[in-house]
């Protein structure tokens, strides 16, 4: 009763994803072509909800009561009114108030107002390694896709600070210290995410010696940061310069056509999405078999290599410390914490994903989840995705936690109200959203040490 109680009152609550609206004049219907919409769109949690999801639609991370909301163009309006969610236009997006493409070279490069490039991003950790050499370490984990193909592609990687000592950034679960994990922009369109990692980064950097509070960080954990998860999807969508491209998936396009948009449908596009492509209950609800769908899910579990380089880290960084079976609870003495940042909608979600039933360390999960929340502020909210939004299966919470026993948190950091909006905010926005991620960040890097044992 008590998670049926929490579930009740999340989806009373939630209001303030998009605020209130009942004095609010009717929105306009959608007249212009290549223009994005917001579309509301009734769908109670439940299968009703899953139901839009199954349909292909672009929805996103937001609920307001018995709503959802679906991203798309002029088009998207008669297909949902087809598919039995007839919705209205709650918003209309902005167009670009920049002019230039890009900005910069090298570690100064940015589009859309001042967003680093993939370029910026590596050349970034590879100056963090080196003037901070004794607390840095940068890792090479992996390829992108379009770089397994010999068509361009990035090197997956990630840094890991601490003040070093023998045996410390070690790819092996043995490590003395506890790790804390947290990465960003496996959705590539979600580009606020990226800036708080590299934010992330400086902080610590820069504060080692001076900040009593991140001195001590560094002294006894190990902080892992991978600022950018998806980057041939990245690539993408900086490839629009200051009209990024709203790139959600990876870049793989031989599960279906080469090019997905079409004049039937201009929002759909090629990939996987990686966050529902890992093996614990891949092809749930809230996944596709569309390639050409937002949610593609991939042929099979852990068909890209992003989600297997991922798991391949993870494994090197966390011993496993839960047995079989869905109910069975991860070891007290787990240590360890993962946060995945995605945006935009100012909640702290928790496994488990694919389903609402509680998992088997719902208590302590619930109970960080909260302190995390009220650290961002009072207009965020915090409980399982079933609970304020939606199932899904293949995601990394759920992988994380599930394979590992290691608690994982995703951040929906952001809203779809005012001049910080939606996945592509002024650059200017990110003052406002680091003032509330950053706290976040310190305490689930101070809970990785004894996650489950209480405070």
């Known amino acids: 009763m008590k998670r049926l109680s929490l579930a009740l009152a999340g989806a009373a609550s ?31 949690l439940g299968q009703k909800a899953q139901d839009l999801l199954a349909q292909g ?24 009114a087809a598919a039995g969610f007839p919705g209205t236009v709650e918003k209309v997006m902005p167009p670009s108030r920049f002019a230039p493409s890009t900005r910069g070279t090298g570690i100064n490069e940015t589009y859309y107002g001042g967003y680093r490039t993939l370029k910026a991003h590596h050349r970034h950790l590879d100056q963090v390694g080196f003037r901070y050499a004794r607390l840095a370490t940068v890792v090479d984990y992996g390829d992108s896709w379009r770089k397994t193909q010999g068509a361009g592609g990035y090197d997956l990687k990630a840094i890991c600070l601490t003040r070093k000592t023998p045996g410390d950034c070690r790819l092996t679960p043995t490590a003395r210290k506890p790790r804390f994990l947290v990465s960003a922009q496996i959705h590539a369109r979600e580009i606020t995410t990226g800036d708080m990692a590299w934010r992330w980064i400086d902080h610590l950097t820069t504060g080692y010696g001076r900040d009593r509070e991140v001195t001590e960080l560094l002294d006894t954990t190990e902080v892992w940061v991978i600022p950018i998860a998806n980057p041939d999807g990245v690539h993408i969508v900086q490839s629009g310069g200051d009209t990024p491209v709203l790139q959600r998936k990876n870049a793989n396009h031989t599960n279906g056509p080469r090019q997905c948009p079409t004049a039937e449908d201009p929002s759909a596009q090629i990939g996987i999405d990686l966050n529902r492509n890992l093996s614990v209950q891949w092809g749930d609800n809230g996944t596709s078999s569309d390639p050409c769908s937002q949610i593609y899910r991939g042929p099979e579990p852990d068909s890209e290599v992003e989600t297997k380089a991922l798991e391949k880290l993870f494994r090197s960084l966390f011993p496993d410390k839960r047995g079989p079976g869905d109910t069975t609870p991860a070891d007290p003495d787990t240590r360890g914490m993962v946060v995945t940042m995605h945006s935009a909608l100012n909640v702290v979600l928790l496994p488990w994903g694919y389903t609402t039933t509680p998992s088997p360390n719902d208590g302590p999960l619930r109970a960080m989840a909260k302190d995390m929340a009220q650290l961002a502020g009072p207009d965020w909210q915090y409980g399982q995705p079933g609970e304020l939004l939606y199932t899904a299966g293949g995601s990394i919470d759920d992988w994380v936690y599930g394979e590992l026993g290691v608690p994982h948190f995703t951040w929906e950091v952001g809203n779809w109200q005012g001049d910080c909006a939606g996945f592509l905010p002024a650059y200017s926005c990110q003052d406002g959203h680091w003032a509330k991620v950053k706290p976040m960040l310190t305490y689930a890097a101070r809970k990785a040490a004894n996650p489950y044992g209480g405070s």
């Open 57 to 80: 639609f672009d929805v996103l991370e937001q609920r307001d009561g018995t709503d959802l909301f679906v991203l798309g163009t002029k088009d998207v309006h008669g297909k949902l």
């Open 14 to 44: 939630v209001a303030f994803l998009v605020g209130t609206s009942v004095a609010a004049p009717p929105a306009p219907e959608p007249v212009l072509d290549g223009q994005t919409y917001v579309y509301r769109v009734q769908a109670p």
